[in-house]
């Protein structure tokens, strides 16, 4: 079976930077076709210089890194220093990059990129707000057909939020942007944080990195020391959630996960719970389900695979 084509839409964060290094090091399940990045965890100037870094680390600067949205579509742009420190990836010292951003506007090649596919031969991985995927298919809603899913990390429903007590980080940056992309009739498979705080990052399977003995195991390492600080305090857990490698694993592994196909909706109206994903996890209304909605992980074998591939960079 040949490699799945994908885009991955990133605003690294650490956790954004793993789920990059996961799939570099996976060319057998996945071919990366491209990176484009958004304003998220921190604006778009240190997430599109962070993207590149993060390729720089595993001798990758071939792969070709694009800016895209600096903003949400409607709303001012919220970011998360507190969490991912004010360069997107404290913890390691990495230098700066020195492959070119691309030229081209992320949207644009977005947009140009999926013109030129085959039907559903083209899967999305949206790391962070959906702001660059939502002005394309915006723009462009003939590019739809050649996405053959999109398989993004946002939202929560058992969980609550993680930046409201409605809603999850990633959503609630740009909830219109998440609207037009949960409305827009693709196949989507959605991994919330009640599926993400089951990936905790241990101190074995943080050892486990580190014992690596290379640049990306120890940065990986380095990273998770940085940010875990944050998850420890506020949820009293044993680790910090890779978020969003559960994203690239799935491409690999989807058998590490399970949920189910419920109807997602984002709220766009109420400052109260903006932002947030209303599953319908128990069917109780007749709206159609639109997202595998993902609740459950394997997170042993998670970080085995994880562990593994990381090994080879």
């Known amino acids: 079976m040949s490699p799945r084509k994908i885009i991955i839409d990133t605003d690294p964060g650490q956790d954004d930077a793993v789920a990059i290094l996961l799939a570099l090091a996976s060319p057998e399940d996945i071919e990366v076709l491209g990176i484009t990045c958004v304003a998220g965890n921190v604006p778009l100037s240190l997430t599109s210089k962070n993207a590149r870094i993060i390729c720089e680390l595993v001798g990758k600067p071939d792969v070709k890194v694009y800016a895209g949205c600096d903003r949400p579509l409607g709303r001012e742009l919220v970011t998360a220093e507190h969490v991912h420190g004010e360069t997107g990836l404290n913890g390691p010292v990495l230098p700066d990059p020195t492959m070119p951003l691309q030229d081209m506007h992320a949207v ?44 993004l990390m946002g939202g929560g429903y058992f969980e609550g939020g993680n930046i409201t007590p409605t809603a999850e980080f990633n959503i609630y940056v ?3 942007a998440a609207d ?7 196949s989507i498979v959605v991994m919330p944080l009640d599926v993400t705080h089951k990936a905790l990052v241990t101190s074995p399977r943080n050892a486990a990195f580190r014992a690596l003995g290379t640049a990306a195991g120890t940065a990986v390492a380095e990273m998770t020391d940085f940010f875990e600080r944050f998850d420890k305090e506020k ?40 932002g947030m994903t209303v599953a319908d996890w128990w ?27 990381l090994a080879r960079l």
């Not at 037009?180 to 693709?186: L, N, P, R, T």
């Not at 709206?287 to 997170?299: E, Y």
């Open 108 to 151: 644009d090649y977005l947009i140009e990129t999926l013109r030129a596919a085959a039907p559903k031969s083209v899967t999305l991985c949206p790391l962070g707000p959906l702001t660059n995927i939502a002005t394309a298919l915006t723009r462009a809603p003939d590019i739809a057909a050649a996405v053959d899913e999109i398989v």
């Open 283 to 309: 069917g109780v209304t007749d709206r159609p389900a639109n997202a595998l909605f993902i609740k459950d992980i394997d997170a042993d074998g998670f970080f085995a695979l994880l562990t593994e591939r």
């Open 235 to 274: 949820y009293g857990s044993e680790g910090a959630p890779l978020h969003d490698p559960c994203v690239t694993a799935y491409l690999i592994d989807p058998a590490l996960f399970k949920g189910r196909h419920i109807n997602v909706e984002i709220e766009t109206t109420s400052e109260l719970t903006m």
């Open 174 to 176: 740009d909830p219109q």
């Open 180 to 186: 037009i992309v949960f409305k827009s009739g693709i």
